[in-house]
C-alpha cells in the first residue's frame, strides 16, 4: 500500500512537490510528473541552500509574485492558489494553476504539498475574449424576461458606457441598485416603447435592432444603437441579451447638422431668434436681423433673468414690460407646459430697428427637453389688421355671390416668387379637395405656405397643380368623404396679371361624365383569403394584394383584428400613428390612408369587403377568409394553424397575441 502512494505521488498527481517552508523555502520531494510537465531532472530542481525550481523553472516576470505566495503559505496551516508562467527546459512557456495545501509535522516544522495545473489553453481562450472585449466597442448584458427584468451580467465596457461609480462602504452601490431593475436605465418616455420591443422579442423569438436613448448613472443621457434578443441561458432558463455600441456623439454630430438647417428655415420668418437653456439658465442670440441692441451680444450666452431684464428695460414698451418678464420667468420655471398644448406665444410692442414702436408675436420652438428657440417677428398693428380683415370679408362676400351665380366651388390665393402660397378665400364645399377646413384656412391667410406643403392634404399631385398654374385649367378625381363618394372636378385657374402679379382665382365645376376607374373583373372563384399568423397578406385567389401605401395595409391589418367591428377614424388614428395626437393633420392622413385602400379594393374587383357607414370602417367577415377567424371558430381542423406569431408586421397586434397564446408578458 505504501508502494502505491508513492507510485501515485510520483506519477498520478500532475505536477505533484512537496515545499519545506521553513527558511530558506526549497523543493524537498520532486515528482516524475513534475520532471515530464517542466523537462528538469530531480537533481536540476533539489537543493538545500536555494529554491532551484523558482530560479528555473518559474517565469522570471512572475518570480516575485511566487515568491510572496509562497511566504504567505510559510505564515500557518492553510489552502493557497496561485496561477504563473513556467519555463519548460526546452525554452517554451506554460501556464499552471498551483494548489499548496500547507501543514505542520510532529516535529513542528512546515511542508506544503503542491500540485499543478496545466491551463495554458484556458489562458489562451481567455486572452483572445479579452482582446475582443478590449478592442470591440460593444456594451453587452443578459436579464431576465420577467414583468421587471433583473440584470444578471453586464460587461466592463457596458459599465463605463453606465458610468457606474465604484461602491463605497456606507455608500450605495448603483450598480447592485440597476441591476435590480432595469427600467432604471430606462427614461420615463421611452419605457412604453421599450417594453413592446420586449413583448415582440419573446413572442416572436427573433432579435430586434434599433436606436434608443438611456440614463446613465449619474442623470446624464446616452444613445445607443444595438438588437435584444431571447436566449435559453446555460441554467436552462429563458433571457434577454442585449449589445449596444454608444452612437452618442454621432447623434450629437446629427442633431447639431439638423439643429442648422432649422434654424437656417426659421431666419427666413422671424426677425429674433433667441436659444434658451433651461438646465444652464441662459439665453443666447443666435440671429438678431441686424437689430443693433442685440448686435454686440449675438452667440454669446447670458445669464436668463440678466438678459431678460436688459430686454424688456431697453426694448420693450413700458405697458407690456411686466408682462413680458412674467412670460420669460413662467416658461423658465416650466409652468406654460402642458401636455398637448400649443406652444407658448405672447404678443407685445417693441423697438424695431428702425427706432419705432411696434407690435411682435413671440413663440417657443422645443428643441430639446432643455433647449428651446424663442422666435418674434414683427406683425401688423390692430388697425392695420382690422382693414386686411375687412378687405378678405368683402371679397369673401364678393366671391360667395360669383360661387352662387357661376360654380360648384371657388378658391382664390395668392403665389409669391418664392413658391409660397397665400390663401385668400375657399367656399366651404370645396374645402375637403384641398384637405383644409374652413377655419385651417383662414389661419393660413395670414402665415402662407410652401406650395409643397399648401397642396400636401389634398388629393392633387404637385405636377397636376403645377400644370394647372402654368394652363390654367385641369381635372382631378375628388374623393367625397361625406357621401362616399367619387367625384371628378373640373378647374378653371386664372392667368396671371399684367404687370407680373401673381394673384390667382381658382373656380371648380363638378364634372357629371365622371370618368370611373375600370375595374379588373375576376373570375368569381377567385375568393379573398387573409393571412394574419405571421405576417399579414391579403390574397385574391392565388394572387396576392401589392398595396402602395403601408398605412392603407395597417389600416385593413386594423379592421381585420377588429372582426367585423366599426372603427373610428379617431380610434383608427391612435393606432396607425400611435406617438401623434388626433388633429387636423392626422385625419387629413387618414382619410389619405382610406381613400387608397379603397382605391386598391376597388383595383382588385373587391371593394365590397369593407364596409363604410358615416365616417367608420368595418371589414364584412362573411366576404373573406381569414385564418383568425377559422381559428376563433373553435373547429377541431383549425387548431394547428395558430403557432404563437400574429401580425408581425405591427406592434398593436400584441394584445391579440396575448389572448391567443394564452399569456401576456408585460
Not at 114 to 123: E, F, N, Q, R
Not at 128 to 141: K, S
Amino acid at each position: 500500500m505504501l508502494q502505491d502512494r508513492e507510485d501515485i505521488l510520483r506519477q498520478g498527481i500532475s505536477g505533484y512537490h512537496q515545499y519545506r517552508l521553513d527558511s530558506p523555502i526549497r523543493l524537498n520531494f520532486v515528482s516524475r510528473s513534475l520532471c515530464r510537465m517542466t523537462g528538469y531532472r530531480e537533481e536540476d530542481l533539489l537543493q538545500q541552500e536555494e529554491d532551484l525550481y523558482a530560479r528555473q523553472a518559474v517565469h522570471p516576470a512572475d518570480r516575485e509574485g511566487y515568491v510572496q505566495w509562497l511566504q504567505r503559505l510559510a505564515e500557518k496551516e492553510q489552502t493557497l492558489t496561485h496561477e504563473y508562467r513556467l519555463g519548460k527546459k526546452d525554452g517554451s512557456v506554460i501556464w499552471v494553476r498551483d494548489t499548496a495545501v500547507s501543514r505542520r509535522l510532529e516535529d513542528g516544522s512546515l511542508v506544503g504539498d503542491s500540485v499543478l495545473t496545466d491551463i495554458t489553453d484556458l489562458k489562451n481562450e481567455n486572452r483572445d475574449l479579452r482582446f475582443l472585449n478590449e478592442t470591440i466597442p460593444c456594451g453587452f448584458l443578459k436579464y431576465t424576461c420577467e414583468k421587471q427584468p433583473r440584470v444578471t451580467y453586464l460587461n466592463q465596457k457596458m459599465m463605463d458606457i453606465f458610468r457606474f461609480p465604484k461602491a463605497r462602504e456606507g455608500e450605495l452601490d448603483y450598480l447592485e441598485l440597476y441591476k435590480s431593475n432595469i427600467f432604471l436605465m430606462i427614461p420615463m418616455e421611452e419605457r412604453r416603447r421599450f417594453s413592446l420591443y420586449l413583448n415582440r422579442v419573446y413572442s416572436a423569438g427573433a432579435p430586434i435592432a434599433g436606436e434608443m436613448t438611456l440614463l446613465r448613472c449619474d442623470g446624464t443621457r446616452v444613445h445607443l444603437f444595438g438588437w435584444v434578443t431571447k436566449c435559453i441561458n446555460e441554467k436552462g432558463e429563458e433571457e434577454f441579451q442585449s449589445i449596444c455600441m454608444d452612437v452618442t456623439e454621432r447623434r450629437r454630430a446629427q442633431k447639431t447638422a439638423e439643429t442648422k438647417r432649422y434654424l437656417k428655415a426659421l431666419t427666413d420668418v422671424y426677425d429674433k431668434i433667441f436659444e434658451f437653456n433651461i438646465a444652464a439658465n441662459t439665453v443666447k442670440c443666435l440671429h438678431c436681423g441686424g437689430s443693433a441692441l442685440f448686435l454686440p451680444f449675438e452667440n454669446v450666452a447670458m445669464q436668463t433673468d440678466d438678459a431678460v431684464e436688459r430686454w424688456a428695460a431697453a426694448s420693450v414698451a413700458p405697458e407690456d414690460r411686466e408682462r413680458f418678464r412674467t412670460f420669460f420667468r413662467d416658461f423658465c420655471q416650466k409652468k406654460l407646459e402642458e401636455p398637448g398644448a400649443k406652444p407658448p406665444q405672447i404678443s407685445y410692442r417693441a423697438k424695431s430697428s428702425t427706432g419705432e414702436f411696434r407690435r411682435y408675436s413671440g413663440i417657443f420652438l422645443k428643441v430639446d427637453e432643455m433647449v428651446s428657440f424663442y422666435c418674434c417677428r414683427t406683425v401688423p398693428d390692430p388697425e392695420e389688421a382690422e382693414v386686411i380683415r375687412s378687405e378678405n370679408a368683402q371679397l369673401k362676400e364678393n366671391m360667395k355671390e360669383l360661387v352662387r351665380r357661376f360654380a360648384d366651388g371657388l378658391a382664390a390665393f395668392e403665389v409669391t416668387a418664392a413658391g409660397v402660397v397665400k390663401p385668400l378665400y375657399v367656399s366651404e364645399n370645396i374645402c375637403e379637395f384641398f384637405g383644409y377646413t374652413e377655419e385651417e384656412w383662414l389661419g393660413l391667410m395670414e402665415e402662407g405656405a410652401p406650395v409643397e406643403s399648401f397642396i400636401a392634404y389634398s388629393e392633387a399631385g404637385h405636377e397636376d397643380f403645377a400644370e394647372l398654374l402654368r394652363n390654367g385649367e385641369g381635372e382631378f378625381d375628388y374623393f367625397d368623404y361625406r357621401t362616399e363618394t367619387r367625384r371628378r372636378i373640373k378647374a378653371i385657374c386664372s392667368q396671371r396679371e399684367p404687370g407680373g402679379g401673381v394673384s390667382r382665382f381658382v373656380m371648380l365645376y363638378s364634372v357629371e361624365e365622371a370618368k370611373t376607374k375600370e375595374k379588373k373583373s375576376l373570375p368569381e372563384n377567385c375568393a379573398v383569403s387573409i393571412r394574419t399568423f405571421g405576417y399579414f397578406d391579403v390574397f385574391v385567389g392565388e394572387r396576392p394584394i401589392a398595396f402602395r401605401n403601408k398605412k392603407s395595409k395597417e389600416l385593413f391589418a386594423l379592421l381585420v383584428d377588429r372582426k367585423g367591428g366599426y372603427v373610428t377614424s379617431e380610434e383608427a388614428i391612435s393606432f396607425l400613428w400611435e406617438e401623434e395626437p388626433v388633429n387636423t393633420v392626422t385625419l387629413a392622413r387618414y382619410r389619405k390612408a382610406a381613400l387608397r385602400l379603397k382605391n386598391t379594393l376597388e383595383e382588385y374587383g373587391i371593394p365590397e369587403v369593407i364596409e363604410a357607414v358615416d365616417g367608420k370602417r368595418r371589414i364584412v367577415p362573411e366576404r373573406v377568409r381569414c385564418d383568425l377567424y377559422d381559428y376563433l371558430s373553435g373547429r377541431e381542423e383549425f387548431r394547428p394553424l395558430f403557432k404563437g406569431s400574429y401580425l408581425t408586421n405591427y406592434s398593436w397586434g400584441e394584445t391579440t397575441l396575448a389572448e391567443l397564446s394564452g399569456e401576456i408578458l408585460s
